[in-house]
């Protein structure tokens, strides 16, 4: 049974900094993507930023580029999304979710294609 849990989350000044986690258990991580999405009150949810647990491959949303940063740890069954100069906009409930690679991360992460889902971490970005 695949099962993913976030923390991390928290309230930060703008500027500041936050890391993410997401332990991973229940499947074989090799074959996988992971990504972190985030969904604010009122809007769509979006693909953050994803990885490949096969070749260490990412994709970031232009939104987050240059701030974020996804990384994994194989091992340990971790992945991570280390959060740099955060802005009032990245206030949202952050979730971490898997699923089997069938397509390059970039567009299983733009097309949300993510079937196992943790029950998210908040983030407030306010001062």
């Known amino acids: 049974q695949v099962q993913l849990v976030e923390s991390g989350g928290g309230l930060v000044q703008p500027g500041g900094s936050l890391r993410l986690s997401c332990a991973v258990s229940?499947?074989?991580?090799?074959?996988?993507?992971i990504g972190w999405f985030r969904q604010a009150p009122g809007k769509e949810r979006e693909g953050v930023s994803c990885?490949?647990?096969?070749?260490?491959?990412?994709y970031n949303a232009e939104s987050v580029k240059g701030r974020f940063t996804i990384s994994r740890d194989n091992a340990k069954k971790m992945v991570y999304l280390q959060m740099n100069s955060l802005k009032p906009e990245d206030t949202a409930v952050y979730y971490c979710?898997?699923?089997?690679?069938?397509?390059?991360?970039?567009?299983?992460?733009?097309?949300?294609?993510?079937?196992?889902w943790g029950q998210g971490t908040q983030v407030t970005v306010s001062s």
């Open positions: 979710a898997a699923e089997g690679l069938y397509l390059p991360v970039q567009a299983m992460c733009v097309r949300d294609s993510f079937g196992s």
């Open positions: 229940g499947f074989t991580l090799d074959y996988y993507a």
């Open positions: 990885i490949s647990m096969s070749d260490g491959s990412t």
